[in-house]
């Protein structure tokens, strides 16, 4: 029996619907050799769909979520990686943390 479900071709980093079974995903990853395909959810739950499962889905292309990295614990508004594009992160040396190990009554050269 032939089926009549359009095949969308898994593509890394895009996103996909199928509302008939509540999906909403990024693709993640693509094993070339076993042809699973590796899924992050909206809510952050990663899961895996083999190729057939895949061909039998009623999916179609979606948007990204307005907030996509919510499911990683950020909001837009939050940089994660703010201090140090800024220059404003401790870049002094390291060295200058530890505490010598001199004892009382020990010569300090």
Do not use: C, H, T
């Amino acid at each position: 029996m032939a089926s009549n479900i359009p095949v969308v071709k898994p593509i890394i980093g895009n996103w996909y619907q199928d509302p008939i079974e509540g999906l909403y995903f990024e693709v993640v990853a693509v094993d070339s050799d076993s042809g699973d395909i590796e899924v992050q959810y909206s809510g952050g739950e990663v899961g895996e769909i083999d190729r057939e499962s895949w061909s039998l889905l009623y999916l179609s292309p979606a948007a990204p979520p307005e907030d996509a990295n919510a499911a990683f614990g950020f909001s837009g508004a939050e940089d994660w990686n703010a201090d140090y594009a800024s220059g404003s992160g401790n870049w002094n040396n390291p060295l200058d943390e530890i505490e010598p190990d001199l004892f009382s009554g020990s010569d300090d050269y």
